[in-house]
């Protein structure tokens, strides 16, 4: 073979793998797709590494937003709720607050109470998500991905929980609910010292009033086995702040470790107790006992109409 047919078979070939190889990249990829269903302007926060080129921005009602993560990223994405920014980018949120002062979260965090999806993206093996209610709520939120292969479903929390939330558990302006460690911060509530173990911290009222509502969400610590998904070959994902509309919202809010009775008997069970150590203390035990079979009775009733 001639020198310079050599050379250009040999060009050919090494233009051929840097097609390929910037294929591969292109699919390793995984793009994050934010949408604000809400009827109000949201500002997502993003805490993660690599940066993915913001971690911080606004998204007006409406609105969608594009982000590209590379394979092994592994962070938190969440929802701000009425912040006030002045022309400088400078300012504060009411909900969802990560501290900078700015637009843009810096590496901060989310200010408890706040709804959190977590992502950590595999190098070569299945990516792990979740929706956490461990740090309280403040909006409805739903992960779903698209592509890929495995279990890959839809999880969050698609009800306003805020409507629900316990006097004791409130966030002052009823935007947020707290978490039962966030409210009291006791051990057994935040599953530390003595309680940092999944032997010994149990679900409290609270976190079963969460998990009954959100069965795919974490709601306490400890909640791996129902709560955290997986999902392998180059999956992107859509996070849906407010998804009343979204047509994944009646299967994931109807799906979970229990049946829709067995939840419906937990959330009204988890409510009256609620509501013997809040504003209701005053009840009497046998009354509450009347109520708590009442409600029940009620429950199955509905479930066979």
């Known amino acids: 073979m001639p020198l ?25 990829a995984t793009t994050f797709t934010f949408i604000n269903k809400c009827d109000h302007t949201v500002w997502p926060g993003i805490l993660g590494k690599p940066d993915l080129g913001t971690t911080g921005f606004e998204l007006k009602k409406g609105n969608t937003q594009t982000f590209q993560a590379p394979t092994g990223w592994s962070g938190r994405l969440w929802a701000r709720t009425g912040c006030k920014f002045d022309d400088s980018g400078h300012g504060a949120c009411s909900t969802g607050d990560c501290g900078s002062g700015e637009i843009n979260c810096n590496g901060n965090g989310a200010t408890p109470p706040a709804t959190l999806a977590e992502f950590t993206l595999g190098t070569n093996s299945a990516d792990y998500y979740d929706v956490s209610l461990v740090d309280g709520y403040n909006l409805p939120m739903i992960v779903e991905a698209i592509g890929g292969s495995g279990s890959c479903e839809a999880t969050g929390c698609g009800e306003d929980l805020n409507r629900r939330c316990p006097s004791e558990l409130r966030v002052d302006g009823g935007d947020a609910c707290n978490s039962a460690c966030g409210a009291f911060g006791s051990p057994e509530y935040c599953c530390s010292g003595a309680f940092a173990s999944p032997s010994s911290c149990s679900p409290s009222i609270y976190s079963e009033m969460f998990k009954a509502a959100c069965p795919k969400s974490y709601s306490y610590a400890f909640d791996d086995a129902t709560s955290t998904f997986t999902c392998t070959g180059a999956a992107d994902y859509t996070i849906t702040f407010c998804p009343s509309s979204s047509p994944s919202l009646k299967s994931l809010m109807e799906s979970g470790p229990r049946s829709s009775v067995e939840q419906a008997a937990v959330a009204t069970k988890s409510w009256i107790a609620n509501l013997a150590i809040g504003d209701s203390a ?6 509450s006992t009347f109520m708590s079979i009442f409600f029940v009775v009620i429950t199955f009733i509905i479930s066979y109409l």
């Open 282 to 287: 005053r009840i009497s035990q046998p009354f």
């Open 4 to 28: 310079s047919s050599f050379h250009q078979h040999f060009s050919s070939f090494f233009i051929f793998l840097f097609i390929l190889a910037f294929k591969g990249f292109k699919i390793s």
